[in-house]
């Protein structure tokens, strides 16, 4: 079974920096390619980066490119998303995702706030 887990979310100040990981279970994790999304309240989950499978392809939204990256390290099974700089917009629950076959899994979320 397809398990997901994010961690390392927390209250950070703007301009500050944030390392979320994503531990994956259950499933050949090499072979694929994971996503980090991010959801606000009351809006559609946006895809922030991308991973390939053995780590040669990453993407970026505009809104963080520059300022998130995005790596794995396939003999732990894990996924980072290294976060610098960080603006107000940042605040969101943070997701990884995987797709195999038809099948999309999702960890449980992870909290990113700004204080003010």
């Known amino acids: 079974q397809v398990h997901l887990v994010e961690s390392g979310g927390g209250t950070v100040q703007p301009g500050g920096s944030l390392r979320l990981s994503c531990a994956a279970s259950g499933f050949g994790f090499s072979d694929y390619t994971v996503t980090w999304y991010r959801q606000r309240p009351g809006e559609e989950r946006e895809l922030v980066a991308q991973?390939?499978?053995?780590?040669?392809?990453?993407q970026y939204s505009d809104p963080v490119r520059g300022r998130f990256t995005v790596s794995r390290d396939n003999t732990k099974n894990m996924v980072g998303l290294q976060k610098v700089n960080l603006k107000p917009e940042t605040t969101a629950m943070y997701l990884c995702?995987?797709?195999?076959?038809?099948?999309?899994?999702w960890g449980q979320g992870n909290q990113v706030s700004l204080s003010t």
């Open positions: 995702q995987t797709r195999i076959g038809l099948a999309t899994d």
């Open positions: 991973i390939s499978a053995v780590g040669r392809s990453t």
